[in-house]
Structure formats: C-alpha cells, structure tokens
C-alpha cells in the first residue's frame, strides 16, 4: 500500500471544513451533480470548407468532434466523491489518480503546451465593444448578462453564413464559432448556457490560436469543478469539462466502459465513447458505483490505456513530451489557479511510484473583472513558460477598454481615417518598450541569419520613427505633469513593470535594445528537450529527475 495511516490521515480526516474522501453527504440531498456544458447547438452550425479550415489550423478542429457527448451523471457523481481538493487527485484505496496533461492531449486532440490563456483584464461596459470588434455585432441587453454572452445569440448570429460573404463575414462566423466551442466543452460556467468574452482576444488571429495552452486551461478548470463539486453545500452543477472526465474515467478504469465501443477513433479518444446519445443499456446509480469504487484494486486499472495509439498521427500541436506531462507545476486560467502534481499518481506514465510529498497550500480565487490575472500570477506563469520552452510573451493585441466606439464598429470611415495616425504612434510606442522585454527573451539565442536582420531592421525602424507633433499620450502626461502627487512611502515610487514584462526583471530604464549581432545560446541544459519535443524513456535511457527541471514552490 503506497499510502500509509498518517497520510491517509493527513489528506481525508483534516478538521478543515471539507468532507471526506467517499462520504456521500453532500449527494444524498441533491441526487445526481448536472453538467453545465451544452454543445448541442453546434451540430446546428453549417461551416464552410473555408471556415473548417480555419477551425483545424486553430489547433481546435479535434474539439470539435467530441461534442454531443452521453454523460453517465451517477458514475460521474460517484467519482467526484473520491476526489481531494487539497491534493488535486482522486484517492482510492492505496493508490491515487488523476487526469493528466497527456491524456487532455489524446482524449481531446488540443495543444496542452504554449502561452497560458489569459489576457487583459475587461469589464462590464467593454463587452459590447469586444464584440464589436471581433464579432462585428454586439448583443443586446437581453442577450448578456453580469458580462456574459449568451450562447443561443452566438448560435442564432453567425451559424450560417450569407449567401455571398465577406472576408470579414467569415472571420465573424468562425471566430463567434470558436467562441461557443471553447466555451461549451472546455470552460463551462455556472451560469449554464453563457460564455465570457474574454477569450475572444486569444481568438482573434487564427494563425496563433494553437499557440495556446487550452488543455492546461481546460484541465485547470476541471480540477477546479471537482474541488468545487466536493465543498460541503456545493452545487449541483459540475463545472469543467465533463466529456474530459467522463472519457478519462472510461479509458483508465475498464469496469466502467460501456459495452460498445468505437475502435475505429483513435484520435480524440473521447470518440470511442461518443455515441451521440443512443442507449448503452442499463445504467447503474450512484450507490452501486461507490461500492465499485470503494473495492477498486490496482489490478482493476488500466495503467496503460493509450499503448495503440500510433504517436505519428498525433498533431504536431498536441504532442507534449513526458518530461512535461511529469513536472510539478500550476495550471492556469485567468483567475483559476490550481496545482498539477503528477507524482502522485506516476503509474499513469509507466513509473513506479514513490513516496508521495506534501502538497502546497494555495488559496483558489473567484473571477474580479479589474484584476489583472497576468500580473497577479506572473511567477506562476512564468514558471509553466520556462517548462514548456515558451520564449515568447504574446504580445499585448488591441486595448479593448480604449477603442472608441466608431473605431470598433467601423461604421464611420471618417472617423477611422483621423485616429489611424494616432493610433499607429501609440501602436509604435507600444513597441518601444515592449523592446527590451522582447530583447531579453532572445538574449543567447541563435536565430536564422534571415531572422536577425529583420529583426534588426524593425528595431531601427521603430527607434528612429518620427513621433507626431501631438500625441493622445503626450497630451495627457503633460496634463497630468503638474498633479503629481509625490508617495511618501519611497519605496511605492518605483516604477510600474510593463504589461508584459517579468516582475523580477531588473526595472532599468537604459536596457539595451537589440544588438547587431546575437549571442549564441550554449545549450547546457535539460530545457532543449522540452524544445526539441524529445522525452527521456521511463525505463532505461536517462533518467527523468523529478525536481531537476521544475520547482514552481
């Protein structure tokens, strides 16, 4: 037994509030926990070959296909019982397990590597003008709600497209597409049938969408709508994505498969268990699921369910080495925040497992639409960065909450005609100091000679553009140059990181910009591994070290 009494102890009998692992206190009231996510509308939705194009180069077309999916709501309700919010894992007799980045990356077929999801922080009022911009139509007051859209005007809008559309037609409907994808299977919210559109800034340019990290996002959220399920009083709604965990569970614990299964999918796996809703036979209630799972044994797991699956057809955005999906570290997901520690559960990675560490504590935080999650997990974010071998920070994109409204609409080309000036100086002096953060990523590195000098040659450009004789910015500072108020505290009169810049970055205004020639980087470490998609074998080989490469606390 790899957990012993006082572990045992330490994790399930805490006086902290939380129930214990299998108590059935909190379903004895309520019954049956209900799914929040709805994907029925999108069989409604008729895209084009130019528009299912777009969806596959997103990184999201796998997605897509797992909708529709037949939810066991007794066997799910029976599994969240076994689930431990202080730990992220579900405890069963000996042992514990959970879903993991590489099974995000085969169940649903999207990227688990990349930026964290999260932009700029939007409030209540943006959220037209959002729309507007990405969309090309806003939804009116009886469509949102606490600035939320809700999914049926997304449906009713865009679905299909007119007879003869515009580039910009196209780009609406998919992106209004996406929208209601990811926010229906990957981010359902409580407020069921509603979706944020804060995700809409990470939709808008379809050739870095699969840059993104959605299954680290996505498994954020179901670790989160497991802990949440598990609060005593809890709702009965479960949040997160559902189809994930009702596959997992399928594909790790065979006496819960149905009888009928599709060997033809081999990728995402959640299609072998999709059946769009036809009967599977009798199903069992959640008393005689929890008695199944009060007698699971480590014989009744299969250890390994993704050995036929041939790694050749997985996409090139969607592999993750193993030395990523075995490294401790925070998944994120604007405000959510929740601890990913795979070594408690190593056998799912063909490990043998060790003794089992103390979690951290953390504390969990609900949505604030004036918090800036980027700025409030940078270290966190940074750290998942540096294990994925992100160089790159996305860049800031479009201010949302200072566009005017006829910039947005484009119902006024005058008006677009006399801001276009003012708004490229200010895109320009974005740039400025987005240089030296920019600059201190490429540090050491060696880059294509094709590359160095472009990139040199828009430093220049940038540096020495000429700014215009009146500026909104310049304006501003110089009304506001003559109300400064001088902090009394010296130590709150240092100056603001940059939006993108690392807080522990050195706040020094004379940073260099890019140099003419590039320093080499000297590869010394096991983070090329990361980059070069390679993994150290399990059994043999190199040995994997646990902490060597990652150590988020």
Not at 227 to 235: G, R
Request: some cysteine; hydrophobic content about 35%.
């Amino acid at each position: 037994m790899d957990l012993t009494s006082q572990g045992q102890k330490t994790q399930q009998q805490k006086p902290n509030g939380r129930r214990a692992v299998g108590s059935s206190q909190t379903w004895t009231r309520y019954g049956v926990l209900l799914p929040s996510q709805q994907t029925r509308k999108l069989k409604e939705w008729v895209l084009t070959d130019e528009q299912q194009q777009l969806v596959n180069a997103s990184g999201l077309g796998y997605l897509a296909l797992t909708t529709g999916f037949t939810i066991d709501r007794s066997l799910l309700t029976a599994f969240c019982e076994r689930w431990n919010n202080e730990t992220n894992t579900a405890h069963f007799v000996g042992f514990e397990m959970a879903p993991s980045l590489r099974d995000v990356s085969y169940i649903l077929g999207i990227p688990v590597t990349g930026h964290v999801v999260t932009a700029e922080p939007i409030g209540d009022e943006a959220v037209n003008r959002m729309c507007l911009h990405y969309l090309g139509e806003s939804p009116g007051s009886g469509e949102q709600l606490c600035g939320l859209i809700r999914l049926t005007w997304l449906c009713r809008k865009f679905h299909q497209l007119p007879e003869n559309p515009t580039i910009n037609d196209i780009a609406f409907s998919t992106r209004a597409y996406l929208l209601y994808l990811v926010g229906s299977t990957l981010f359902p919210d409580t407020m069921r049938g509603f979706v944020s559109p804060r995700y809409l800034p990470l939709l808008g340019d379809f050739r870095k969408i699969h840059e993104y990290a959605w299954g680290a996002a996505a498994l954020a959220h179901l670790y989160r709508g497991l802990s949440v399920a598990v609060t005593p009083n809890a709702t009965i709604q479960f949040l997160g994505s559902a189809t994930l965990l009702m596959a997992w569970i399928y594909e790790y614990l065979p006496l819960t498969q149905p009888q009928q299964k599709n060997q033809n999918t081999l990728l995402p796996r959640a299609c072998r268990w999709n059946f769009g809703g036809a009967t599977r036979g009798q199903r069992k209630k959640v008393m005689e699921w929890r008695k199944d799972f009060e007698h699971l044994q480590l014989s009744d797991v299969n250890w390994n369910p993704y050995k036929d699956i041939n790694p050749a057809i997985v996409p090139g955005c969607c592999v993750a080495a193993d030395n990523i999906c075995y490294s401790l570290t925070w998944l994120i997901s604007f405000n959510i925040k929740e601890v990913y520690v795979p070594d408690r559960f190593a056998r799912q990675f063909g490990r043998e497992q060790g003794r089992l560490h103390q979690v951290p504590l953390w504390a969990r935080r609900t949505w604030s639409k004036a918090k800036d999650w980027r700025v409030e997990y940078a270290h966190e974010i940074g750290d998942f960065h540096q294990l994925v071998g992100c160089r790159f920070i996305p860049s800031a994109g479009t201010n949302i909450n200072s566009l005017p409204n006829e910039f947005i609409a484009g119902q006024s080309t005058t008006g677009c005609s006399q801001n276009a000036s003012q708004n490229f100086s200010m895109m320009v002096e974005d740039l400025k100091n987005d240089l030296p953060v920019i600059d201190r990523y490429l540090e050491g590195q060696i880059l294509p000679p094709e590359v160095a000098s472009f990139l040199e040659k828009v430093s220049t450009m940038i540096r020495i553009y000429p700014p215009p004789q009146s500026s909104p910015r310049k304006d501003e500072a110089a009304q506001c140059k003559n109300v400064t108020v001088r902090a009394k505290n010296p130590r709150k009169r240092a100056r603001k990181p940059l939006l993108f810049q690392d807080p522990s970055s050195p706040q020094d205004s004379g940073v260099k910009r890019y140099p003419g020639a590039l320093v080499p980087y000297q590869a010394s470490s096991r983070q090329d591994e990361v980059l070069d998609g390679t993994a150290p074998l399990p059994n043999g080989g190199e040995v994997f070290k646990e902490h060597e490469m990652m150590e988020p606390w």
